[in-house]
Nanobody, 123 residues
Framework: VQLQASGGGLVQAGGSLRLSCVAY????????MGWFRQAPGKEREFVAA????????YYADSVKGRFTISRDNTKDTVYLQMNSLKPEDTAVYSC?????????????????WGQGTQVTVSS
């Protein structure tokens, strides 16, 4: 199983980025997908999650209203659209896949992890 995240980069505050994560080697439509981030010197934190059908989404309070998670089960891909970016959004963003239906904000809900993509927001 492999999860490949891409789309990160350097953007000014107020700008937008769209992250993608392509899954290989698993039945993508059976997995809930999540995005987490980790800034230097900080613990990994939950950003957003989406259930296998795409019908339910969840967000951290810090990104609610600015970020949107979506998925395309025909392309084995999950996306994170990030708008109105702030310097505090700077982190390595990683996608994760898990069979859990509940508690998708928890790291323990996920079995597979990608290596991440760097997002840097300048002020």
């Amino acid at each position: 199983v492999q999860l490949q995240a891409s789309g990160g980069g350097l953007v000014q505050a107020g700008g937008s980025l769209r992250l993608s994560c392509v899954a290989y080697g698993l039945t993508f439509s059976s997995y809930s997908m999540g995005w987490f981030r980790q800034a230097p010197g900080k613990e990994r934190e939950f950003v957003a999650a989406i259930r296998r059908s795409g019908g339910s989404t969840y967000y951290a309070d810090s990104v609610k209203g600015r970020f949107t998670i979506s998925r395309d089960n025909t392309k084995d891909t999950v996306y994170l659209q990030m708008n109105s970016l702030k310097p505090e959004d700077t982190a390595v963003y990683s996608c994760a896949a898990g069979l859990n239906y509940w508690s998708l904000e928890r790291v323990s809900a996920y079995k597979y992890w990608g290596q991440g993509t760097q997002v840097t927001v300048s002020s």
